[in-house]
């Protein structure tokens, strides 16, 4: 199987060159970034601890709403399920939030087999920054996250843009929700895909006002 073609390592390495130019400047250095610049080290950091097994680190970089679930699905992180290489391959701002792209090579120890796994990020607002608000698997492997409420699940019958969020598409009720989670009666009607909790996240989360200094405006 061949490996990405950009390491993981290699990506990050950069970021913390940049923030090794500026040491010593703390919270007014963050404040000023680019909203872009704060994604992106967001999204790096996040991917970083969670490769080594930090998870309750990369935790701290979740949604409220969302943490739970990130920590009880990626519970096999640095114990069963050993992360070779990371790939940002994609970091997309949207209105209200943002969207990354990143393809994990894992071995799987019981078996000793290397594996891919392509997964969508959403990530929301949240004061100054970003926060993961869902993950979705979007291709490769099955097996990277355990299966738990709220958690990552593999998408199916998405357009090949994965990246793209459907603004016309409504949040579904709880009624659907639940039918969902608990399979659909046979020969009941089935309808579109409901929204992934990343994607919920999205939807409702208000669009963000950026200053010139970078912070976010109510």
């Not at 919270?27 to 970083?48: F, K, S």
């Not at 994965?162 to 020969?187: K, S």
């Not at 579109?192 to 010139?212: F, K």
């Amino acid at each position: 199987m061949r490996l990405p073609s950009i390491a993981f390592g290699t990506v990050l390495s950069l970021s913390a060159g940049f923030v090794a130019l500026v040491p010593g400047t703390g919270c007014g250095m963050m404040q000023g970034l680019a909203p872009e610049t704060r994604l992106q080290d967001n999204v790096y950091m996040l991917n970083d601890e969670a490769r080594w097994g930090r998870v309750d680190l990369a935790a701290g970089r979740c949604a409220r709403a969302y943490r739970e679930a990130f920590v009880r699905s990626h519970r096999r992180w640095g114990r069963t399920v050993a992360i070779g290489d990371v790939d940002v391959t994609n970091i997309s701002m949207l209105q209200g939030g943002a969207q990354s792209l990143v393809t994990y090579s894992w071995i799987d120890q019981s078996t000793q087999e290397l594996h891919a796994t392509t997964v969508r990020q959403s990530w929301v607002g949240d004061g100054d920054g970003f926060a993961l608000a869902g993950e979705d698997i979007v291709s490769g492997a099955e097996g990277l996250y355990l299966d738990v409420p709220g958690g990552p699940h593999q998408l199916e019958g998405i357009e090949d843009d994965v990246l793209a969020l459907d603004p016309d598409r409504e949040i579904p009720t709880e009624e659907e929700l639940d039918r969902e989670a608990h399979g659909t009666p046979e020969g009941a009607e089935t309808s579109e895909r409901p929204q992934t909790p990343g994607e919920r996240a999205l939807a409702e989360s208000r669009p963000r006002r950026i200053d010139s200094q970078g912070r976010q405006v109510e």
